[in-house]
C-alpha cells in the first residue's frame, strides 16, 4: 500500500516562530487532506489540498502532486497550535482507503 | 453543518461485556469510516461503509462488529474485548467520492479491564 511519512517527528518552538511540516507519499493520490489532533483527541480539518496552494490565516500549505509532496507552514506560532499534524492521503488506485501520515508532534512554548 | 457526532465519548467495559460505539452524522455523506488510534500512532483503518454497504474490512477480529442501519448511522459492536484493543475509537464521514474532503467525529475513548 502507499506509504506517507512526515518530518519532523518532534518540533519545539517559541511562540511566534514559523516552521514548515513536510509529507512524502510513494503514490499518486486523489485526495490529501491536513489535521490537527488537539490533545483531546479531536481532528480537526485544515487544508484539503490534493495539488496546488491554499492559505487560511497563519496557515498555509501547498501540494505538489507531481513531485508527491505537501507542505504546511504555520506562521507566527502560538501555544494553541500544538498539538500532532497529520497529513492523510487516498491513492488513486484506492478508492475511500484514507492512509494517515506518521505525524508531527509540535510543541510550542510561551 | 459539518459535524459527525460519536457516542459515548468514553466507555470502559470488562472483557466479557457487550457494548457498542455509536456514530452519526446529517450531512448526507454516503460513506462512513470506524479509525482506531492508539498512543503515539496515527489512526489506523478499520472499515469503510459505502452507500450502506460494507466496502472494505482490512482484516479486523470478528470481535469488532460494523452495522450501519441507514445511511446517517455506523455501529461498531464490541464483544469479548482485549485489554490492548484499548484506544481511541474515531468515526468519520465523506460524500463518497474519491476526491472529497472528510470529517472526523471527537471520538470514542475505550478501556478495556
Known amino acids: 500500500g502507499i506509504q506517507v511519512e512526515q518530518s519532523p517527528p518532534d518540533l519545539i518552538l517559541q511562540e511566534g516562530a514559523n516552521s514548515t511540516l513536510r509529507c512524502n507519499f510513494s503514490d499518486s493520490v486523489n485526495n490529501l487532506q491536513w489535521f490537527h489532533q488537539n490533545p483531546w483527541g479531536q481532528l480537526i480539518n485544515l487544508f484539503y489540498i490534493p495539488s496546488g496552494t491554499k492559505q487560511n490565516g497563519r496557515l498555509s500549505a501547498t501540494t505538489v502532486a507531481t513531485e508527491r509532496y505537501s507542505l504546511l507552514y504555520i506562521s507566527s506560532s502560538q501555544t494553541t497550535d500544538s498539538g500532532v499534524y497529520f497529513c492523510a492521503v487516498i491513492n488513486s488506485g484506492g478508492y475511500q482507503k484514507v492512509t494517515f501520515g506518521t505525524g508531527t508532534k509540535l510543541q510550542v512554548i510561551p | 453543518d459539518t459535524e459527525v457526532t460519536q457516542t459515548p465519548k468514553h466507555l470502559v467495559m470488562g472483557m466479557t461485556n457487550k457494548k457498542s460505539l455509536k456514530c452519526e452524522q446529517h450531512m448526507g455523506h454516503r460513506a462512513m469510516y470506524w479509525y482506531k488510534q492508539k498512543a503515539k500512532k496515527p489512526p489506523e483503518l478499520m472499515f469503510v461503509?459505502?452507500?450502506?454497504?460494507?466496502?472494505i474490512n482490512e482484516s479486523v477480529p470478528s470481535r469488532f462488529s460494523p452495522e450501519c442501519p441507514n445511511s446517517s448511522l455506523l455501529n461498531l459492536h464490541l464483544h469479548a474485548l482485549q485489554p490492548e484493543d484499548s484506544a481511541l475509537y474515531l468515526c468519520a464521514s465523506s460524500p463518497g467520492r474519491t476526491g472529497n474532503t472528510i470529517y472526523f467525529g471527537e471520538g470514542s475513548w475505550l478501556t478495556v479491564v
Open positions: 461503509y459505502s452507500y450502506e454497504k460494507l466496502s
